[in-house]
T-cell receptor
């Protein structure tokens, strides 16, 4: 079956530091890949997505590139802000069967001033 | 425009009681999903509705869980004879599903606590 593995947190950074959250996946064929974010007390929001190999998703300064050869979709941001503190979920939808999301366990990011 | 809404936002119940959770998807979205977010299990898929097709119930953890979607819009998730391990945040999502694998938009969730 499909699965997503992401680095455990919490990840603690100072403001303006560089962020990487690793995500790797197992799936047949070419899944669609997503990063969702959950801010404290709020629901899940789509951050970015990529639907085919070598695509780069980007939003709010965050980027992730779909790497088929390494089955990875690592999330990066060049300079984090305190307001980026949240839980980040990597997820995929497989390319066969029903289009349900398979999530990683989430990575909490804490950014201090 | 209006997003996915869920009610109630919080629900406290006693073990053994039945509960109903409601989801109103984004207008025009044909696909509707229920997920569960718990400390031990992370985010898990429960059930998926697409148009008039038979729902995918493969994620339901037991026969105490059921869901229906009336008129292709509002959905209700019912948990019968609740157990303490049912305590979690229940999330609903919808998508346009016009080409498959479309973005799913999530509601704020219902936080269920079973005492």
């Amino acid at each position: 079956g499909n699965s997503v593995t992401q680095m455990e947190g919490p990840v603690t950074l100072s403001e303006e530091a560089f962020l990487t959250i690793n995500c790797t996946y197992t799936a047949t064929g070419y899944p669609s890949l997503f990063w969702y974010v959950q801010y404290p007390g709020e629901g899940l929001q789509l951050l970015l997505k990529a639907t085919k190999a070598d695509d780069k998703g980007s939003n709010k300064g965050f980027e992730a590139t779909y790497r088929k050869e390494t089955t990875s979709f690592h999330l990066e941001k060049g300079s984090v802000q305190v307001s980026d503190s949240a839980v980040y979920f990597c997820a995929l939808i497989g390319n066969s069967g029903y289009s349900t999301l398979t999530f990683g366990k989430g990575t909490m990011l804490l950014v201090s001033p | 425009g209006a997003g996915v809404s869920q009610s109630p936002s919080n629900k406290v119940t006693e073990k053994g009681k039945d509960v109903e959770l409601r989801c109103d998807p984004i207008s025009g979205h044909t696909a509707l999903y229920w997920y569960r977010q718990s400390l031990g299990q992370g985010l898990e898929f429960l059930i998926y509705f697409q148009g008039n097709s038979a729902p995918d119930k493969s994620g339901l953890p037991s026969d105490r869980f059921s869901a229906e979607r009336t008129g292709g819009s509002v959905s209700t998730l019912t948990i019968q004879r609740t157990q303490q391990e049912d305590s979690a945040v229940y999330l609903c999502a919808s998508s346009s599903e016009s080409r498959g694998r479309e973005t799913q938009y999530f509601g704020p969730g219902t936080r269920l606590l079973v005492l």
